[in-house]
């Protein structure tokens, strides 16, 4: 992370010591102050790494569990069932209209066949 040089001013403290690039900010600290900085950029990717954790988690659950998807699978199922069930109740009343129907022309038919 860092290498020795001469001395120059630490970027934290401002005093003229042996200082230490950091390699990720190309700032300088001394010794003490390099500590630090490791330890609050250390801080920073744990809470980093903690809220790409929880945004995975909250992820995983959304993809686990769809509610909106199983209410529409819901409605679609309770959909087709009243369709389904309204054709039958049709079927029904159109095989009942024309076997009526036929009856009533048989009906007539004989009337004029016994006319004959």
Known sequence: MAMANNKTHCFTCNKE???FRCEGCSKRFC???LAE???????ELNHIINNYDQFKQTINERKQNP???K???QWKTNSIEIIQQK???CRE???KSSQTFIYDIEKKFN???DLK
């Open 17 to 19: 010591k042996i200082t």
């Open 31 to 33: 010794f003490m102050d």
């Open 37 to 43: 900085h490791k330890q609050i950029l250390n801080d």
């Open 67 to 69: 509610s909106l998807i």
């Open 71 to 73: 209410q529409i699978n």
């Open 87 to 89: 054709a039958r109740d």
């Open 93 to 95: 009343i159109a095989i």
């Open 111 to 113: 009337n004029l066949s």
